[in-house]
Antibody, heavy 119, light 112 residues
Framework: EVQLVESGGGLVQPGRSLRLSCAASGFTFDDYAMHWVRQAPGKGLEWVSGISWNSGSIGYADSVKGRFTISRDNAKNSLYLQMNSLRAEDTALYYC????????????WGQGTLVTVSS | QSALTQPRSVSGSPGQSVTISCTGTSSDVGGYNYVSWYQQHPGKAPKLMIYDVSKRPSGVPDRFSGSKSGNTASLTISGLQAEDEADYYCCSYAGSYTFRVVFGGGTKLTVL
């Protein structure tokens, strides 16, 4: 059974940093691209970032480019999102999602980890 | 990097059909056959309903179908059931040299 478990969320002050993790199991992690998608409270889904199976291809939404860094450790079956210079508008539930290919669709999602940016 | 355009809400009675549109540009919806649709119930993670414009993952009822014409994709749900009431999001690949994905703003489906 595919499982994606996010962690690392919490309350953080504006301008500070946070690192999210996603632990994957139930599939061959290094065969698949992985993505982060977020959802602000009461709002829609927003793609944040994606990374190919071998980290050779990476993309970011304009809203986070230069502040967030996606990475993965295939030996640990883990995906990460380093979030720097956090802003109030980054407050959201952050989902980790598995992507079967490079075509940008997601077949499995985690339950999300909540990030709240507030002073 | 603008979001794809979806109607805010649609509604239908049990047994009827509804169609949700998703309008993008030639850089996303119109440029690739990589449109997907997700269903999200309150407090739950999104669930994949359609991928590659019109393909259904196993386990998704054939009442759900997808199509695309030009820069607009559509999700049609036939034989509406009460459990179909949820938010629906379209999504499209939008990158040529790197990963880039864009979602629609979401559509609330109400089953009357």
């Amino acid at each position: 059974e595919v499982q994606l478990v996010e962690s690392g969320g919490g309350l953080v002050q504006p301008g500070r940093s946070l690192r999210l993790s996603c632990a994957a199991s139930g599939f061959t992690f290094d065969d698949y691209a992985m993505h982060w998608v977020r959802q602000a409270p009461g709002k829609g889904l927003e793609w944040v970032s994606g990374i190919s199976w071998n980290s050779g291809s990476i993309g970011y939404a304009d809203s986070v480019k230069g502040r967030f860094t996606i990475s993965r450790d295939n030996a640990k079956n883990s995906l990460y999102l380093q979030m720097n210079s956090l802003r109030a508008e980054d407050t959201a539930l952050y989902y980790c999602a598995k992507a079967p290919g490079s075509s940008g669709w997601f077949d499995y999602w985690g339950q999300g980890t909540l990030v709240t940016v507030s002073s | 990097q603008s979001a794809l355009t979806q109607p805010r809400s649609v509604s239908g009675s049990p047994g009827q059909s509804v169609t949700i549109s998703c309008t993008g540009t030639s850089s996303d919806v119109g440029g690739y056959n990589y449109v997907s649709w997700y269903q999200q119930h309150p407090g739950k993670a999104p669930k994949l309903m359609i991928y590659d414009v019109s393909k259904r993952p196993s386990g998704v009822p054939d009442r759900f179908s997808g199509s695309k014409s030009g820069n607009t994709a559509s999700l049609t749900i036939s034989g509406l059931q009460a459990e179909d009431e949820a938010d629906y999001y379209c999504c499209s690949y939008a990158g040529s040299y790197t990963f880039r994905v864009v979602f629609g703003g979401g559509t609330k489906l109400t089953v009357l």
